[in-house]
């Protein structure tokens, strides 16, 4: 081979030419070497996502944008992931930027241990706002933040703040006598004059509401232990009425005794129609309480018994034994 100029340039063409290739591969704008599969990935935008973008999953590159283009109105992002990196197949892809300058790259997120590895199809997606809306918005702010400042000018500050000037100069007496008295009253207080002052700095009030205090923590000791014994006194009497129920004891069988039930409605049955025969005037007692004839041969026996009374009273005690022993013999 001759040495010539052609062969000279043609060399440094070729040497050149593989430079640019290896320089190509290495920033991961052409990844011609790297073996691996690719997956699909359908965005509303773009976001100026270009060939040759990063695929990052936890902050790590795994892959490089292989392709961009529009598919039925939505933009149709190919991926190629390494072979020694497994993608799940409910993992998502979102679109996100490393900086303001448009430093796009595909974010691989989630993905479950238990989903099945993808080697191609599509991934569902996670739509991010576009930087550019993002600016708009923010210029927005900055429009209503400077018209917001723009307000507060020599101008307006001196309509919105001469009423108040106006104010205090023409109060300025008043206002100075008012700012005296709250001094003269601070001072009082700070040195224990007055009520204010004494609730403040003596001690005597301090020890009262201590005192105070302490009783109200007794008296709550006690309701509680009032509760006690009415939570005590509740249950006995919840205790003897399920022994009631359960019939248990006297008034338990008093209560669910059906024999003692029926005997006592017999005798009050009997009662009953003994009463009425009382009232009938049936029986001896009846008679004794219906007839008069009874009544008035009670007041004869008496009369007589009161007249016979009398007669011994008169006669002595030696004429009542006489006729004591006659009637014996």
């Given at each position: 081979?001759?040495?010539?100029?052609?062969?000279?340039?043609?060399?440094?063409?070729?040497?050149?030419?593989v430079v640019a290739v290896l320089l190509l591969e290495l920033v991961g704008a052409m990844d011609w070497f790297a073996k691996g599969y690719q997956i699909h990935a359908s965005f509303k935008t773009?976001?100026?996502?270009?060939?040759?973008?990063?695929?990052?999953?936890?902050?790590?590159?795994?892959?490089?944008?292989?392709?961009?283009?529009?598919?039925?109105?939505?933009?149709?992002?190919?991926?190629?992931?390494?072979?020694?990196?497994?993608?799940?197949?409910?993992?998502?892809?979102?679109?996100?930027?490393?900086?303001?300058?448009?430093?796009?790259?595909?974010?691989?997120?989630?993905?479950?241990?238990?989903?099945?590895?993808?080697?191609?199809?599509?991934?569902?997606?996670?739509?991010?706002?576009?930087?550019?809306?993002?600016?708009?918005?923010?210029?927005?702010?900055?429009?209503?933040?400077?018209?917001?400042?723009?307000?507060?000018?020599?101008?307006?500050?001196?309509?919105?703040?001469?009423?108040?000037?106006?104010?205090?100069?023409?109060?300025?007496?008043?206002?100075?006598?008012?700012?005296?008295?709250?001094?003269?009253?601070?001072?009082?207080?700070?040195?224990?004059?007055?009520?204010?002052?004494?609730?403040?700095?003596?001690d005597a009030f301090y020890l009262a509401a201590y005192a105070a205090v302490t009783n109200l923590q007794s008296a709550t000791g006690d309701i509680k232990n009032l509760t006690g014994q009415a939570?005590?006194m509740i249950t006995q009497v919840r205790t003897i009425i399920d022994g009631i129920n359960s019939g248990k004891g006297t008034l338990g069988k008093l209560t669910k005794d059906e024999a003692l039930?029926?005997?006592?409605?017999?005798?009050?049955?009997?009662?009953?129609?003994?009463?009425?025969?009382?009232?009938?005037?049936?029986?001896?007692?009846?008679?004794?309480?219906?007839?008069?004839?009874?009544?008035?041969?009670?007041?004869?026996?008496?009369?007589?018994?009161?007249?016979?009374?009398?007669?011994?009273?008169?006669?002595?005690?030696?004429?009542?034994?006489?006729?004591?022993?006659?009637?014996?013999?």
């Open positions: 081979m001759k040495n010539t100029l052609e062969t000279r340039l043609g060399l440094f063409f070729a040497l050149a030419l773009a976001q100026e996502l270009k060939k040759g973008d990063f695929v990052k999953m936890a902050g790590v590159e795994i892959g490089r944008v292989e392709g961009v283009e529009l598919e039925n109105g939505r933009a149709k992002i190919a991926l190629k992931i390494r072979n020694e990196f497994k993608i799940k197949t409910d993992a998502k892809a979102v679109i996100k930027f490393t900086g303001l300058m448009g430093q796009n790259f595909v974010s691989i997120e989630g993905g479950s241990a238990a989903a099945p590895d993808i080697q191609k199809g599509s991934l569902e997606t996670i739509e991010q706002p576009d930087l550019s809306v993002l600016m708009s918005k923010l210029e927005g702010v900055a429009g209503g933040i400077e018209n917001l400042t723009k307000s507060f000018s020599t101008d307006n500050l001196s309509t919105l703040m001469g009423p108040l000037t106006d104010f205090v100069k023409q109060n300025s007496g008043p206002l100075t006598a008012v700012i005296g008295n709250m001094r003269i009253v601070s001072d009082n207080i700070a040195q224990g004059r007055g009520t204010v002052g004494k609730l403040i700095n003596d939570d005590g039930y029926v005997e006592t409605t017999t005798a009050m049955t009997n009662l009953r129609e003994i009463l009425q025969k009382m009232n009938r005037g049936d029986g001896t007692v009846g008679k004794l309480i219906n007839d008069d004839s009874f009544l008035k041969n009670a007041k004869l026996s008496l009369q007589k018994l009161d007249k016979a009374t009398d007669g011994l009273e008169d006669q002595g005690p030696l004429s009542v034994l006489g006729l004591a022993i006659g009637s014996l013999f």
